[in-house]
């Protein structure tokens, strides 16, 4: 099996975007800034992402406190500082695409409605993934380290943001992928429901 190196984020523009022309080619560092809540705090990561060609140049119109979604891989900087090797993670895009909308608008929230439904014996109250969301008609798996699900529903790509990656029961903001955006799309169903209603 082969390995693989892949990152998806969806987060928050923290600075303004740099640009430089290079040997290579014009590149456009982002600082990106993920936000995870856990109990009654807010996680905050902080993400070096490197755009080059076309993708600076999309880059370059950034602004701090644009959404922005980056699909990439984990590459390795490597550089000496008052003599000692030092070894920075950074992320290499192969697509971004700015989310429509402000990012209080994008931000993960609570949706109204009853207790989530499960997989178990008569869909019981269980928090647990895979969740079956029948409003989307899709089941979301568990979500990966930046606390995101994604799935297709045979029309277009989705992802869920979660209010809790932890517990689904919380809900999340769904988005669609279309015309280069994620653009929002609901919110996950938690309606108590039994297994005879999952219609996928």
């Known amino acids: 099996m082969r390995d693989i190196n892949e990152v998806k984020l969806l987060g928050t523009v923290s600075q303004p975007v740099r640009v430089n022309d290079t040997k290579s080619g014009s590149v456009a560092n982002v600082s990106l800034v993920t936000s995870m809540k856990r109990g009654e705090y807010d996680i905050k990561k902080f993400h070096s992402v490197t755009c080059w060609n076309d993708l600076a140049d999309m880059a370059s119109t950034l602004k701090e406190g644009d959404r922005l979604f980056v699909s990439g891989r984990i590459d390795t900087d490597k550089y000496e500082k008052n003599g000692q090797t030092v070894y920075k993670d950074k992320i290499t895009a192969n697509a971004i695409a700015k989310v429509a909308g402000s990012s209080e608008s994008a931000a993960p929230s609570r949706p109204a409605g009853g207790p989530p439904g499960s997989f178990s014996d008569g869909g019981g109250r269980k928090s647990t993934f895979p969740y079956a969301d029948t409003a989307h008609k899709v089941s979301w798996p568990k979500p990966d380290d ?11 790509q ?16 769904v988005y669609q992928f279309a015309d280069d955006e994620w653009m929002p799309y609901g919110e996950v169903d938690t309606v108590l429901f039994t297994d005879d209603d999952i219609p996928f």
């Open 158 to 173: 989705l992802c869920v943001a979660w209010a809790d990656p932890t517990d689904p029961s919380k809900g999340g903001t």
């Open 146 to 156: 930046s606390g995101f699900s994604y799935a297709d529903d045979g029309v277009a």
